[in-house]
């Protein structure tokens, strides 16, 4: 079975601060994919990225990061320069091959960041 | 047009009362999908319709009654509900269901509380 560990339940920084959200992942596949998402306040899911199993590259958006470590199954996720509108709840999720049919995916319990001023 | 407009933004509905959710999307989405999540946990699965056919119910209880019109609406019908019902209930959609990546598209979510 598939499972997502986000070992942070909350996280406080002050504005300008880095901060890195971790994200652990159990499966028995090859290939799979692996996304963060983020939940605002005002209560949607925002997709922020998606990486597949085959793709260990790290990527950067803006002050957005991810280093994804298939060896330590870690796709954790660094926020630079942390502004106030990135409070939010960050949750990180495993979507596993098809099997019967369909995949879905299986998230992470979310890791809340509040950014102060 | 990439949003998913959920309607109403927030319900309070008594235990015998029959009350729907909506759910609309217009970016041409044949996957879309019903996710109940209570506060500080993440969202759980309930259904997911693909090309307006149900294809995942996971075991959710017959109080919950999920319809598919066309490709652009879903809806959630509620009957006689409990007061653990009370959540955020999501709607995404995707652009197909069969792939593993799926880039979800969420709305905004109907509060539900039931008294």
């Known amino acids: 079975a598939q499972k997502v560990t986000q070992a942070q339940t909350e996280i406080s920084v002050v504005e300008k601060e880095d901060v890195t959200l971790d994200c652990v992942y159990e499966?028995?596949?090859?290939?799979?994919?692996l996304f963060w998402y983020k939940q605002p306040p005002s209560g949607e899911l925002v997709f922020l990225i998606r990486?597949?199993?085959?793709?260990?590259q790290n990527e950067i958006s803006g002050r957005y990061s991810w280093n994804f470590q298939k060896s330590t199954s870690s796709f954790n996720f660094t926020i630079t320069a942390s502004q106030v509108v990135d409070s939010a709840v960050y949750f990180c999720?495993?979507?596993?091959?098809?099997?019967?049919?369909?995949?879905?995916?299986?998230f992470g319990k979310g890791t809340m960041l509040l950014v102060s001023p | 047009d990439t949003e998913v407009t959920q309607t109403p933004k927030h319900l309070v509905m008594g235990m015998t009362n029959k009350k729907s959710l909506k759910c609309e999307q217009h970016?041409?989405?044949?996957?879309m999908y019903w996710y109940k999540q209570k506060a500080k946990k993440p969202p759980e699965l309930m259904f997911v319709?693909?090309?307006?056919?149900?294809?995942i119910n996971e075991s959710v209880p017959s109080r919950f009654s999920p319809e598919c019109p066309n490709s652009s609406l879903l809806n959630l019908h509620l009957h006689a509900l409990q007061p653990e019902d009370s959540a955020l209930y999501l709607c995404?959609?995707?652009?197909?269901?069969?792939?593993?990546?799926?880039?979800?598209?969420f709305g905004s979510g109907t509060q539900l509380s039931v008294l």
């Open positions: 995404a959609s995707s652009l197909l269901f069969q792939a593993t990546n799926e880039k979800l598209f």
């Open positions: 499966t028995r596949d090859t290939t799979y994919y």
């Open positions: 990486r597949n199993s085959f793709d260990e």
């Open positions: 999720a495993l979507s596993e091959s098809v099997r019967s049919g369909y995949s879905t995916l299986t």
């Open positions: 970016m041409g989405h044949r996957a």
């Open positions: 319709y693909s090309y307006e056919k149900l294809s």
